[in-house]
């Protein structure tokens, strides 16, 4: 592939930087600030919707979205869109403004890719309209939910309804004032074959039974206004046709969804680690110890290297599983999304470590991004499939790779 941003893309990056420099950047201590107040912690930022009809009166809106909709979205390919997703994770409130933000992004997907024409008029407009918010129930306390066959909320037909029995937690967006619709993965057929078991169906937030037990913290952090909750389902009734795609189909869904998400995951790490780096460079230039500027420690520059290195391994990589998802499709693309799951959450980590070792006190203190960048990337080494799960697969898929070929 050409690691070269096309024209269009060098336009859209500038227009995305643009806005967030203009729009964005100003404003994060505000931001970041009211989320803090106890009050208003589940509440959105009042100026939000502003911002956001800014971005979407300006073409930057549903970027995500590879298929064209109209005013809604501009059809970018994964390829197109990594870059800007790079510039969004700089910001960990940037991904909203531009509509662009998970799990809303995932769910969109599968309501675009798997949605019945009805549940798209019903759910996929109004979130590709920015209008209400969405969660993703997936994981389950009891159960190790990384093998999604574990899953055991049962999801049972009852006439034309389904009944929904379970405990999910983890269930990111759940807290949000505007999360009005959820896609819930549960049990429909218990003794099917191990990968036909499994179904995913909408439930509206309102529905009788949808109980959220807590609100879960992430290293301390809040995760405000999205949060991540608890949610106990209680004999859950929802119509037959909120199914989506049929019975059994679950598991099918659920590795449809992820591979896109994972890119964007990816790209926004790269961009956590850009701003990091960039941070750090700027801190060892300016402050002294030992009677010289901390940038003349060649431990400093060592690891001022390493992290250039780093950032740019993850960023050619994760654009090279982007073309892979563009020109052969995400199955042709599974070994190269499970590389950048692996590398991209670590490369993270070890960049913000060594800028928060540089920043000192201030390193993990409440004056920098670092500290909950730090959080947020550690987190993401578990969601979406933590690394030894993608580890298993990789090394299995890539002993079997060459023994086929030693076989020719």
Not at 106 to 115: C, D, I, P
Not at 331 to 338: N, S
Request: proline share 5%; hydrophobic share 40%; glycine share 8%.
């Amino acid at each position: 592939m050409n690691f070269e941003y096309s024209d269009k893309t060098k336009e859209n990056i500038k227009k995305v930087k643009d806005f967030m420099d203009t729009h964005l950047y100003p404003l994060e201590n505000e931001i970041i600030n009211y989320y803090k107040n106890r009050d208003t912690l589940w509440t959105q930022w009042p100026g939000f919707e502003a911002l956001k009809e800014k971005a979407r009166s300006e073409g930057l809106w549903n970027l995500f979205l590879p298929n064209d909709y109209g005013d809604l979205s501009p059809g970018l390919s994964n390829l197109e869109y990594a870059p800007l997703a790079k510039e969004m994770g700089k910001l960990r409130f940037a991904s909203e403004v531009f509509n662009c933000s998970a799990p809303d992004t995932g769910n969109m997907e599968v309501l675009a890719k798997y949605g019945s024409p009805e549940q798209q008029e019903k759910w996929l407009k109004p979130l590709m309209a920015g209008k209400i918010r969405s969660a993703f129930l997936m994981t389950e306390p009891d159960v190790a939910s990384s093998d999604a066959t574990n899953i055991q909320t049962s999801i049972r037909k009852d006439g034309d309804h389904y009944i929904l029995n379970g405990r999910k937690w983890w269930s990111s967006g759940m807290m949000s004032e505007h999360c009005k619709i959820a896609i819930v993965m549960g049990k429909t057929a218990p003794d099917a074959p191990k990968h036909m078991q499994q179904s995913q169906i909408l439930v509206p937030t309102d529905t009788p039974g949808v109980e959220i037990v807590r609100h879960m913290n992430v290293f301390g952090y809040d995760d405000s206004p999205e949060g991540h909750a608890e949610v106990r389902l209680n004999n859950v009734r929802v119509p037959a046709e909120n199914l989506i795609l049929g019975e059994g189909r679950g598991f099918e869904i659920a590795q449809g969804r992820l591979g896109p998400g994972r890119i964007h995951h990816c790209m926004r790490l790269v961009g956590v680690a850009e701003r990091a780096l960039e941070l750090m460079c700027r801190r060892v230039s300016e402050r002294e110890a030992f009677g010289r500027p901390l940038i003349k420690f060649s431990s400093i520059r060592q690891d001022i290297a390493k992290s250039r290195c780093e950032i740019e391994q993850a960023r050619l990589l994760t654009l090279s599983a982007a073309d892979k998802m563009d020109t052969a499709g995400n199955k042709e693309a599974k070994d190269l999304i499970a590389m950048i799951k692996i590398i991209a959450p670590n490369m993270a980590c070890a960049v913000l470590d060594r800028a928060i070792q540089a920043h000192g006190g201030m390193g993990v203190s409440q004056d920098t991004f670092l500290a909950a960048a730090y959080a947020g990337s550690r987190t993401l080494r578990l969601a979406d499939g933590p690394d030894e799960v993608h580890m298993f697969q990789l090394g299995r898929n890539t002993v079997n790779q060459v023994m086929e070929r030693a076989q020719v």
